[in-house]
C-alpha cells in the first residue's frame, strides 16, 4: 500500500514547542512546524526577537524562556498543554558556545554550557513526557553537533563538545526508557552553518575554507537545510523511528 506521504509530514492540530527559538537554527524550525500545521510555542530569552517571530508566522505563540530555570519550563510546559492536554512535538534546540581552549574553560563555564545544552534539555523532556495523558505518544528533537561526534579543534570546545556528545547518548536511553510509551527520541546533528552561534566562521577566509575542504559537498549548510530533517523527525513521516542520530553536514563526519 503507498504510503499517505503528504499527510504523513502534516502536524495539523498537534501541539510544538521549541526552544532556542529566536535566531539560527531554532527560528527555522519554529517556522517549519507551523507551515506543517503546529501550533509552535517558541521558546527563548529573548522576548523581542519571539515578538517579531510571532507577528510573521501565523500558529505561532511566543514563550518567554530560560530553560535553565525550572520555573520557566514548568510555565512553558504548562501554557503549551492547555490547547490538548499535552505536547506532541518537543525539540531541544537551545544551546550556547563556549571557549574553544579547554586551559581557558574555568569549571564556571563547563557547568553552564552543560547546564543550557544538556541539563535543561533533559528536564524538559521529562517534564513533557509526565504531563502526557496515558497512551499519548510524542515526538522529542534533540538538537547535538558535529562537534559531538568528532574533535573540531581549534574550533568547538570541550565543554560544547561534551554536552552535545552527551545529548547523543542520553537521546538513545530516552528513546529505549520511553519507547513503549509512544514516546519517540531523536536527534539531529548538524554541521557547519551560519548562525549567531558561529559568527565569523563564513566570513574568513581561512575558516570558510577549512569548511568547504572538510564537508563532501564542498560548502557549508545552507538555510532551511536543517528543516526537512526535523519535520521528518517530528512527523508521522518517522512513526518507526527512535534513538537515532541523523547527521546533516554535508558529509563532514563521513570522511
Given at each position: 500500500?503507498?504510503?499517505?506521504?503528504?499527510?504523513?509530514?502534516?502536524?495539523?492540530?498537534?501541539?510544538?514547542?521549541?526552544?532556542?527559538?529566536?535566531?539560527?537554527?531554532?527560528?527555522?524550525?519554529?517556522r517549519t512546524l507551523?507551515a506543517?500545521?503546529?501550533?509552535?510555542?517558541?521558546?527563548?530569552?529573548?522576548?523581542?526577537?519571539?515578538?517579531s517571530?510571532?507577528?510573521?508566522?501565523?500558529?505561532?505563540?511566543?514563550?518567554?524562556?530560560?530553560?535553565?530555570?525550572?520555573e520557566?519550563?514548568?510555565?512553558?510546559?504548562?501554557?503549551?498543554?492547555?490547547?490538548?492536554?499535552?505536547?506532541?512535538?518537543?525539540?531541544?534546540?537551545?544551546?550556547?558556545?563556549?571557549?574553544?581552549?579547554?586551559?581557558t574553560?574555568?569549571?564556571d563555564?563547563f557547568?553552564?554550557?552543560?547546564?543550557?545544552?544538556?541539563?535543561?534539555g533533559?528536564?524538559?523532556?521529562?517534564?513533557?513526557?509526565?504531563?502526557?495523558?496515558?497512551?499519548?505518544g510524542?515526538?522529542?528533537?534533540n538538537?547535538?553537533?558535529?562537534?559531538?561526534?568528532?574533535?573540531t579543534?581549534?574550533?568547538?570546545?570541550?565543554?560544547?563538545?561534551?554536552?552535545?556528545?552527551?545529548?547523543?547518548?542520553?537521546?538513545?536511553?530516552?528513546?529505549g526508557?520511553?519507547?513503549?510509551?509512544?514516546?519517540?527520541?531523536?536527534a539531529i546533528?548538524?554541521g557547519?552553518?551560519?548562525?549567531?552561534?558561529?559568527?565569523?566562521?563564513?566570513?574568513?577566509?581561512?575558516?570558510?575554507?577549512?569548511?568547504r575542504?572538510?564537508t563532501?559537498?564542498?560548502?557549508?549548510?545552507?538555510?532551511?537545510?536543517?528543516?526537512?530533517a526535523?519535520l521528518?523527525?517530528?512527523?508521522?513521516?518517522s512513526?518507526?523511528?527512535?534513538?537515532?542520530?541523523?547527521?546533516v553536514?554535508?558529509?563532514?563526519?563521513?570522511?
Amino acid at each position: 500500500m503507498t504510503p499517505d506521504l503528504p499527510r504523513a509530514f502534516d502536524l495539523t492540530g498537534r501541539v510544538a514547542v521549541v526552544t532556542g527559538a529566536s535566531s539560527g537554527l531554532g527560528d527555522g524550525f519554529a517556522r517549519t512546524l507551523a507551515a506543517a500545521g503546529a501550533t509552535v510555542f517558541a521558546a527563548a530569552r529573548r522576548a523581542d526577537r519571539l515578538t517579531s517571530l510571532a507577528a510573521e508566522v501565523p500558529g505561532l505563540v511566543p514563550v518567554e524562556c530560560d530553560v535553565t530555570v525550572a520555573e520557566d519550563r514548568a510555565r512553558l510546559v504548562a501554557a503549551a498543554s492547555e490547547i490538548n492536554g499535552g505536547i506532541d512535538v518537543l525539540v531541544n534546540n537551545a544551546g550556547r558556545a563556549g571557549p574553544p581552549d579547554a586551559l581557558t574553560e574555568s569549571a564556571d563555564e563547563f557547568d553552564a554550557i552543560l547546564g543550557v545544552n544538556l541539563s535543561a534539555g533533559f528536564h524538559l523532556s521529562v517534564a513533557v513526557v509526565s504531563g502526557l495523558p496515558e497512551g499519548r505518544g510524542a515526538s522529542i528533537v534533540n538538537v547535538s553537533s558535529v562537534v559531538g561526534l568528532v574533535s573540531t579543534a581549534p574550533i568547538g570546545g570541550a565543554g560544547y563538545a561534551a554536552s552535545k556528545a552527551a545529548v547523543i547518548g542520553t537521546t538513545r536511553e530516552l528513546a529505549g526508557q520511553w519507547g513503549r510509551r509512544g514516546v519517540r527520541v531523536n536527534a539531529i546533528v548538524p554541521g557547519w552553518f551560519d548562525t549567531e552561534m558561529t559568527a565569523g566562521l563564513f566570513t574568513n577566509e581561512k575558516s570558510a575554507g577549512w569548511v568547504r575542504r572538510g564537508t563532501m559537498l564542498g560548502r557549508g549548510g545552507r538555510e532551511g537545510e536543517v528543516d526537512g530533517a526535523l519535520l521528518f523527525l517530528a512527523s508521522d513521516a518517522s512513526s518507526y523511528v527512535t534513538g537515532h542520530v541523523l547527521t546533516v553536514d554535508g558529509g563532514w563526519t563521513a570522511r
